[in-house]
Every structure is written in structure tokens, then in C-alpha cells.
């Protein structure tokens, strides 16, 4: 599969060396979803609790997101894994604004899409060790 550099940013993140929120943006067909399954075996083998959203099956509103993600706000060791984020975009100032900020310390967040996260991200200087982007080509 390749991706050896975001294969050794996510185990960063997973270890605790990295950010709390990983965001994988690329077109269609570049392998984002295989990556994220890749990186849920990885939290999996390191004993960590996954759970997986996937925006192409969820209703875009928050308690939706909440009753598929709620694991990743209960429990430090979670990873979160939300694939399709483009079909749930919509989401992202909530996810942003009110979600993330309410996963605990330890957790950890990954979300992928076709497009890259919203400018207000790299604006607010409370994301600036909290976030990492992975454009992949």
C-alpha cells in the first residue's frame, strides 16, 4: 500500500507524540478509505477501542454524528475514524466548534474527505498542535 509518512504520522498521533486530530483530504479513488482501514487495524493491534462513521450513510446532524462517534468522547484511548467527510460537510464549524473540543485528552480523531478543512482551522491558533493535514497525491 505505500504511505509509509502518513502511515508514520498517524502512529505518532497513536503513541501520543503527534496531534489529537488527523484530517486526510484527496480526490476520489486516491485511497483514503483504504488508508483508514489501515490506520483502524493499527489503533485496533495497539489495544485501542475504534470507531468508524462513514458520511456516505449518515444523516448530516449532529446527533447523528454523536450516536455513531459518542465512544471517542467516553474514553481516552478511542480512535475515531469518519470516512466520506465530504457528504457531511456541512458538519465541519459543529465538529470543529463543539465536538472535538469535548475529546479528551488521548484521544484520537480521523477524518478524511476529498476536500481539505476549512481555512477557520489553521486561523485559530488553538489547532495549531492540535491538527495535522495529510493532503494525499
Known sequence: MGREEELAVFDAALYGGGCSVLYVHGPGGIGKSALLRRFAHEAALAGRPVSTVDGRTLEPSPAAFEAEAGLVLRDADAVLVVDGFERIQGLEGWLRE????????????????????????????????????????
Open 98 to 137: 463543539r465536538f472535538l473540543p469535548r475529546v479528551p485528552m488521548g484521544a484520537l480523531v480521523v477524518i478524511a474527505g476529498r476536500y481539505p478543512p476549512d481555512m477557520r482551522w489553521q486561523a485559530d491558533p488553538g489547532w495549531a498542535g492540535a491538527l495535522k493535514v495529510l493532503p494525499l497525491r
